[in-house]
């Protein structure tokens, strides 16, 4: 059990033939006393401030570990997110390749459909370029014919008109 002030201060020694001096002891221990309350004071003080700074210690230990599970979950969120983003993407592009396809099989379609429009125009145009010639040679033909050329030397009989019967009534 350690020595508290008290118990140097009443310490009392056994006398001896040719002893101590008793005043020079006393001033010893007097000066003992004083440097033992000041250790033990001391010792208060800096237990104190280590359980203070424990305190703070346990504190600061504490905001570490929340802070450390934090940036975990904050990893953890992000690692989701980016694997989310990953799959969105993949179905965006997925998505867009159909789209893409579609409209590559609609175009082809519109295009092969096209071209049998203008093949069958082609072929409308020559059926009718056949018959307009044919018609217009036809027409030539007619046009070339002699009965054209008897026609016009031909004279038709005069058939007299009211007008004429009075015309002939008043050179009469």
Known sequence: MPLTPLDIHNKEFSRG??????????????QVIKDYEMVIREKKQLEEK??????????????????????????????????????????IIKEAE?????????ALAKSRKIALEI???????????????????AQLEMLNNSDWDD????EAP????????KEELSQS
């Open 17 to 30: 033939f040719r002893g101590y001096d008793e005043d020079e002891v006393n001033e010893f221990l007097d």
């Open 119 to 137: 093949e069958e125009l082609k072929r409308q145009s020559k059926v009718f370029r056949t018959r307009f010639r044919m018609l217009v040679e």
């Open 98 to 106: 159909k789209n893409a396809e579609r409209i590559i099989s609609e």
């Open 158 to 165: 005069k058939v007299e008109t009211d007008e004429d019967e």
């Open 50 to 91: 280590i359980a203070e700074l424990t305190e703070k210690l346990n504190y600061f230990m504490n905001i570490e570990e929340t802070l450390n599970k934090s940036i975990l979950v904050a990893q953890e969120t992000a690692e989701e997110v980016k694997r989310n983003a990953q799959k969105e993407a993949k179905l």
């Open 151 to 154: 026609l016009m030397e031909y």
